[in-house]
């Protein structure tokens, strides 16, 4: 099972330059491996785009057969919150700037460790940090 993380489907439903051929490949090969979801978080912040559909990213999802996994339980509820915190504190003792992440990456994060999911992202690194144990599929740019 793959979980794909928002900015692949960003990626392809924008048509970002380069990008876009990628995360398509990268889909395609996912969905030869098996099925393809995505969680509530990815689901609402793909409607949250101006100018696009709670229709449009409907039929997106039922064309290429991706899920929405709607349930997450009270376990990936407190995973998320807990790495986000570590995030939190670790910027602040690094006296950086305040968390540049959004809960919902926690959430994202956290639904596809619990569940034993591979999590396909353009962005590996702040998954890798708070979920040591989660696989993950990185598209190359």
Known sequence: MTSI???IISALLEGEEGLAELAESALLSAAARGQLLICAPVYAELIAKPKRSVGSVNSF???TRIAVDWTLEPSIWQ????????????RRKQKQSPPRR???DFLI???AAQRDYTLLTLDQRVYSKSFPKL???????
């Open 5 to 7: 993380d928002t900015n």
């Open 79 to 90: 995973s998320a919150g807990m790495a986000f915190q570590m995030y939190a504190m670790n």
């Open 109 to 111: 994060g956290a639904h």
């Open 102 to 104: 959004i809960l919902a």
């Open 135 to 141: 696989r993950l599929e990185k598209i190359e740019t």
């Open 61 to 63: 999802l039922e064309t």
